[in-house]
């Protein structure tokens, strides 16, 4: 394991800013650490499909990378004209919470289009046990549809009481990446192969999360 980058030369003011506070007080706070970043390419598109158990997962995932990411975000936090530019800076994409949002997809697949780095959590809402459950095919229609590659990452110790009762607790957190899941050879409608590819990348993601 390693310690995480601070910056990367291609953030944005606001981002590069927000990114080396919060990542001083994760590294000290949760001691957090990365292994497999190098599986990222340095440019271009690419999905970055984690597991989720933390509010913070966006945090810790985003900083494990030396590049700029983005990520979905819900809708409430563009409401607020100022907040709607923090979280936009940020690289935040809006989402509606547990319903069908055509503009999120389409948003997030002009993203890729634009070679951007994409962080998206396929179970589709953090889960608070030690395990990775079911992937939701959108993960899977993503990666088929705009054909960047999919880095997995195993994401372990967020959901360990970083707050209980309103208290913060302290754990260790620990990220592995692995090399882009291989999506060849997939078969039947299209639907059948999003759900294929899902599966694939949750196998991915389920053995770095095991191996932490």
Request: hydrophobic share 45%.
């Amino acid at each position: 394991m390693k310690n995480v980058p601070l910056y990367a030369p291609a953030d944005r003011w606001f981002y590069r800013t927000v990114r080396i506070v919060s990542g001083l007080t994760l590294a000290a706070s949760f001691r957090l650490s990365c292994e497999g970043a190098e599986h990222l390419p340095a440019h271009g598109a690419a999905l970055i499909a984690s597991n989720h158990k933390s509010e913070l997962d966006p945090f810790f995932v985003g900083h494990a990378f030396a590049r700029p990411v983005r990520y979905f975000a819900k809708s409430e936090l563009f409401g607020n004209a100022a907040l709607r530019w923090a979280v936009t800076e940020l690289g935040a994409i809006p989402v509606r919470r547990g319903e069908s949002d055509r503009a999120a997809l389409e948003a997030a697949l002009d993203s890729l289009a634009r070679g951007e780095a994409l962080i998206i959590y396929p179970e589709g809402h953090r889960m608070r046990d030690d395990a990775v459950h079911e992937f939701l095919p959108g993960v899977g229609m993503l990666a088929l549809r705009s054909g960047a590659p999919v880095v997995p990452v195993g994401l372990r110790g967020s959901g360990d009481g970083v707050f209980v009762d309103g208290r913060p607790r302290l754990p260790v957190v620990r990220l592995k990446a692995g090399p882009p899941v291989d999506l060849s050879g997939l078969t039947g409608k299209k639907s059948e192969m999003y759900a294929q590819a899902a599966d694939r990348i949750r196998a991915a993601v389920e053995a770095l999360y095991e191996s932490l």
